[in-house]
């Protein structure tokens, strides 16, 4: 299974972007799904991610509060990070990823997508 991630671009402070990951297969057993992001010279960190397991019950981090909000596209199984506020530091390439347990093998999985660029301009 992979994970597309797409709808990153340049845009102004202030501005909006919509990210959107796509799962290439259906896979059942996922346990959350988030978004990452990493900026140059820095860590990767989470952004905000679901618990499926909950009921798509969203946890943010504190930078994002208020401005960002994930959602998820159940029949899709399409995951989506609307940005609106958008701030300089937000520059970063964001990922997505999913992890959970595979039924009937029970095989843990953890995967990552491939990335996509936001760039936000003073």
Do not use: H
Request: net charge neutral; aromatic share 10%; hydrophobic share 35%.
């Amino acid at each position: 299974v992979q994970l597309q991630a797409s709808g990153g671009g340049f845009v102004q402070a202030g501005g909006s972007l919509r990210l959107s990951c796509a799962t290439s297969e259906s896979i059942t057993g996922i346990q959350v799904m988030g978004w990452y992001r990493q900026a140059p010279g820095n860590q990767r960190e989470l952004v905000a991610e679901v618990t499926l397991t909950s009921g798509d019950s969203p946890n943010y981090a504190e930078f994002v509060k208020g401005r960002f909000t994930i959602s998820r596209d159940k029949a899709k199984n399409t995951l989506f990070l609307q940005m609106n506020s958008l701030k300089p530091e937000d520059t970063a390439l964001y990922y997505c990823n999913m992890y959970g347990i595979t039924e009937g093998v029970r095989k843990f999985f953890d995967v990552w997508g491939q990335g996509t660029l936001v760039t936000v301009s003073s």
